[in-house]
């Protein structure tokens, strides 16, 4: 009896151990999981919204998702220092959605959210 409720109890933790570590926070959110932003190129973001595999309000909101928890929480980094505002990063999202599928495509380069490195000690 003892032994079953040895079993049930190292089955209960096992269970809420993979519960608990088992998501992963750092999986695409927003974007399918063929999209690695840690190591995707600039262009190849720009092809695969030019081909229609991900749309740009899907990229801004995975990117402040990811801020957001690496930023803020997780590792607290503390290394972005101003985010444009929500509403209005998916307000431009959204328009640039719209332009793409009208195909009224301005360049290569506009649609892929950056970040700018801002040196405040530099002379
Ligand atoms: C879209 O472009 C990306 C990057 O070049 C490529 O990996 C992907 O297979 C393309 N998807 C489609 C549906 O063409």
């Keep these: 009896m003892i032994r079953l409720f040895s079993f049930a109890f190292l089955f209960l933790v096992l269970a809420i151990t993979v519960t608990w570590f088992g998501e992963d926070v750092h999986r695409n959110r927003y974007l399918p999981p063929s999209v690695d932003l840690l190591t995707a190129t600039a262009e190849q973001i ?48 959204k328009t640039r959605d719209v332009e793409r599928m009208a195909n009224n495509i301005h360049g290569p380069l506009l649609r892929i959210p950056i970040i700018v490195k801002v040196n405040n000690e530099s002379p």
């Design 46 to 93: 720009s092809q695969q919204l030019q081909n229609r595999s991900i749309t740009s309000l899907q990229l801004v909101k995975e990117r402040v998702r990811r801020i957001e928890l690496d930023n803020t929480q997780g590792f607290g980094l503390q290394a972005v220092m101003n985010v444009v505002p929500y509403e209005t990063l998916i307000e431009m999202a």
